[in-house]
């Protein structure tokens, strides 16, 4: 985000909070991330994860560039047909699907089971429609860090995960054609030369032949602004990085297979290109200090950050409008609610005033999709692309948004 942005959406709308979506920056991240991977490995394909954020706007530029569709819920699957998009081109996933996920078999849609019963539901779909051919995949749980126990998919060797190939490999309308394989709380490049190999090995005791697709969902780091980075404390890895440790072991593995039959590779990005190109632009409303801390009060909240605000100080801009100026040492930046957690900034160190405008970045993931109607309604968000034009890409929300699916 950058300066002429902010008074690009601030001519067109005067007030606050809002969100900013840094369109060309998000096309240049997605696009060097592809070109890394592609790179190496030509059937390599992103699947953008829809709820890390289903803005439709940004949903539909991915589609634009060549992006699929990763979905976890029948919600988000009907954005992605209404976005256009054929059933080959969404991956569903997730733990719980819903009513749709017959629809989306029934018309060769990619599908990832988690578990036994949700296998058996599909063989039992797939009894009722014989003389049709259905192709599902399994999500393959990992154990790449040791720091917790995943609840998602199945353990490599168990015997549920035995049972499971059985059931499908003995149906006779059934193909089992793809593995997927996701885990949160390890971005870094060993964790991910684990997943790697732990896939490889599924794939060749599990998939009779070579398999459609491996998808190795997401989890990577991104790029990000320099004061967030540092909080990481170690090394971040580039696009390039993961290429090496990532996808060459995958396009080694398969080098002797012809293009037209080797595997798609999918990865399933999230945060990873988006969250660094939306911020949230608020105001600091009030500043006191009650037993020696200070805080600033702004109209926004740490609801519309997401939950990185309470994990890591987020890249602040303060763009310096009030009057009153003072320096603090330490002042924490609170939200609108009457929650005591409601810090959207711990400590922060500079001078600030009640009037100046504070844009958090890094705000992309898990924000606009995980904010409750609480006690205010959402805020709106504007695109501004390369030409500083702006487009108001979601509207604010209104009290009737929040109330009207109420009955007295
Ligand atoms: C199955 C799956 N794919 C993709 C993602 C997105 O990963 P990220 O936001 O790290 O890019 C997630 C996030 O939890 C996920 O659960």
């Known amino acids: ?25 998000f096309i240049n991240n997605y696009n060097e991330m592809l070109d890394a991977f592609r790179a190496i490995y030509t059937k390599y394909q992103i699947s953008y994860s829809y709820k890390t954020n289903y803005t439709p706007y940004i949903c539909n530029l991915v589609k ?22 054929p059933e080959e081109q969404i991956v569903f996933n997730g733990p719980v699907k819903g009513a749709r996920l017959e629809e989306h078999l029934e018309n060769g849609g990619i599908i990832n089971i988690d578990n036994y019963d949700e296998a058996k539901r599909i063989c039992d779909y797939a009894t009722l429609h014989i003389a049709h051919q259905y192709k599902v995949g399994l999500r393959i749980n990992l154990d790449v860090s040791g720091v917790f126990i995943s609840r998602f998919g ?11 190939t059985q059931l499908l490999k003995d149906h006779p309308n ?93 990865t399933e990005p999230g945060t990873t290109i988006v969250a660094r190109y939306i911020s ?19 109209d926004g909240s740490y609801l519309n950050v997401g939950e990185i605000c309470t994990l890591k100080n987020l890249p602040v801009i303060v763009k310096e409008s009030g009057q009153d100026r003072h320096h603090y040492d330490a002042i924490d930046i609170m939200g609108f609610t009457c929650l005591e957690q409601d810090c959207i900034y711990k400590d922060y160190s500079g001078e600030l005033a009640v009037g100046d405008i504070l844009t958090f970045e890094n705000v992309g993931g898990y924000s606009i999709v995980s904010k409750p109607q609480f ?7 504007f695109s501004v692309n390369k030409e500083y034009e702006v487009k108001e890409i979601m509207r604010e929300e209104t009290f009737d948004d929040v109330f009207s699916k109420f009955n007295l």
């Open 1 to 25: 985000m950058n300066n002429r942005m902010l008074q690009s959406v601030q001519k067109k709308y005067n007030k606050t909070p809002f969100y900013l979506f840094d369109e060309q920056g």
């Open 64 to 85: 634009r560039l060549g992006g699929h569709a990763e979905v976890v819920s029948d919600m988000e699957y009907e954005l992605a047909r209404k976005l256009g998009y």
């Open 154 to 164: 199945f353990e490599p060797e168990s015997e549920e995960l035995h049972k499971t």
């Open 174 to 266: 059934i193909q089992l054609v793809g593995l997927h394989c996701h885990i949160s709380r390890a971005r870094g490049i060993e964790a991910w030369r684990k997943r790697v190999e732990i896939m490889l090995k599924a794939t060749e005791k599990y998939i009779d032949g070579v398999p459609e697709y491996i998808s190795l969902g997401s989890g990577m780091f991104g790029k990000m602004p320099e004061a967030l980075e540092a909080q990481f404390g170690s090394n971040i890895p580039t696009y390039k990085d993961y290429a090496k440790a990532v996808i060459k072991p995958i396009a080694d593995h398969y080098s002797h297979i012809p293009e037209e039959k080797k595997p798609i590779l999918y």
């Open 280 to 298: 949230f632009v608020t105001k600091i409303l009030n500043i006191k200090t009650i037993r020696g801390r200070n805080m600033a009060t702004v």
């Open 375 to 381: 006690i205010k309604p959402n805020s709106p968000m």
